[in-house]
């Protein structure tokens, strides 16, 4: 899900001229060594949010498609 | 309140008996019809409709026995055609028997079925009441099972944390060394800082649960969390399902990917992710994301000479 949209924003591997951020909660998926490295080849910065305030810090949460689904 | 329509159910009750009253008065017909001709022609010519009544008063008259059919033997005293009278007038009241019986019984099924429609809901009635002077005894409340905030600390205790991130994350944006020299090079934007908008995405997976109905359970009051027990074999139905969102920085939110539980060789083709389709699918095992596994003891193998240099290290 992830390589297209960083691909169509130029954050591909091996240019370097370009970082990206990318607002992730302490999922262990999210966490684990190999998403990181995937992530990194791309120029991307994992920014983790801090434990126990996902429901406060995440955007999905906050308004979008993912709190409708989580209240309905 | 459920009200049985009785009235459809007599009518359609009524609409078979009054087929089968049809079938056998039709059958009357043709039996009334067969001994009519066989009458005349032992009489040697066909009786006019008007002439009957006469005739009919002659052989009233006269008497004998006559041999109107191979299964209709009239008695010496009677003429066959008043015979054939009494054979339809017999007919018509088993007719007209039927129909009433057929209503009859349509009227009592109705009527059973309406009244166990009736002493079902007493029943259900009486449960409910039960139910709520359970709950009222033992303190147990109609909880919601659906995902709710289970934090046990207030916004207020976790105030300083959050605001600890966000400082990290205004020292991290306005940062002018990037991690990339290429990156650092270029001039910082003074509005967007180091990372531009349209390059900070935020990721999440949101669980979907499929179990309609199932929204609310009893659970001791304020308890802060609800046990439930998903309905079929295993626990896989809490969430079969993870719907995965992203959202750019510049406002726009990309195709969402759902994360389905099944099997790959399941997978319908029309299920593959495309680009083409607003939501692009995938199944995985469990239905969300998981750690990839550590490594299996076949690659952790190390020989024998190694191990050995390691624990004289």
Redesign the interface.
């Known amino acids: 899900m992830l390589d297209p949209e960083l691909a169509a924003r130029g954050l591909v591997p091996g240019v370097t001229d370009k970082e990206g951020l990318l607002f992730l909660d302490n999922l262990a998926a999210h966490r684990c060594n190999t998403f990181k490295v995937y992530v990194k080849k791309r120029g991307v910065l994992c920014w983790y949010h801090s434990p126990g305030d996902t429901d406060v810090l995440q955007v999905v949460d906050a308004g979008s498609l993912g709190a409708i689904i989580k209240r309905n | 309140m459920y009200q049985p329509d009785s009235v459809n159910d007599v009518r359609s009750w009524a609409r078979v008996a009054s087929t089968g009253s049809r079938r056998h008065a039709r059958r009357t017909v043709e039996v009334v019809r067969t001994a009519t001709r066989t009458i005349d022609e032992s009489f040697g010519s066909p009786l006019p409709d008007d002439r009957r009544p006469d005739r009919l008063r002659h052989q009233m008259q006269v008497g004998g026995s006559l041999s109107c059919s191979r299964s209709l033997t009239c008695s010496l005293t009677h003429s066959p055609i008043l015979v054939l009278h009494q054979v339809q007038q017999l007919e018509v009241q088993r007719t007209q028997l039927d129909y009433h019986e057929a209503v009859h019984y349509a009227t009592t099924a109705a009527r059973r079925h309406t009244e166990a429609l009736e002493a079902r809901i007493t029943r259900l009635h009486d449960d409910v009441s039960l139910a709520r002077t359970a709950t009222k005894r033992h303190a147990v409340a109609l909880e919601r099972v659906?995902?709710r905030?289970l934090?046990s600390?207030t916004?207020q205790a976790?105030l300083p944390?959050?605001r600890?991130?966000h400082a990290g994350?205004k020292v991290?944006?306005q940062d002018k060394d990037?991690?990339?020299?290429?990156?650092s090079t270029?001039p910082v934007d003074t509005v967007q800082g180091?990372?531009p908008f349209?390059?900070?995405?935020?990721?999440?997976?949101?669980p979907?649960a499929f179990i309609p109905g199932q929204d609310y359970t009893y659970e001791d009051q304020g308890s802060a969390t609800v046990h439930i027990r998903q309905p079929g074999s295993g626990a896989l139905t809490k969430r079969m399902g993870t719907?995965?969102?992203?959202?750019?920085?510049d406002g726009t939110?990309?195709?969402?990917?759902l994360s389905s539980a099944a099997k790959a060789t399941s997978r319908p083709k029309s299920a593959l992710?495309t680009?083409k389709t607003c939501l692009?699918c995938?199944s995985r095992r469990l239905g969300w994301?998981?750690?990839?596994r550590w490594p299996t003891r076949a690659k952790c193998w190390t020989p024998s000479w190694l191990r050995a240099a390691s624990s004289l290290v």
């Open positions: 659906m995902p905030n934090k600390t916004i976790r944390a959050i600890q991130w994350v991290l944006v990037g991690r990339r020299p290429a990156a270029s180091r990372f349209a390059q900070r995405f935020n990721f999440d997976e949101v979907l719907l995965v969102v992203l959202v750019c920085g939110m990309l195709h969402p990917c992710p680009t692009s995938s994301t998981t750690p990839p």
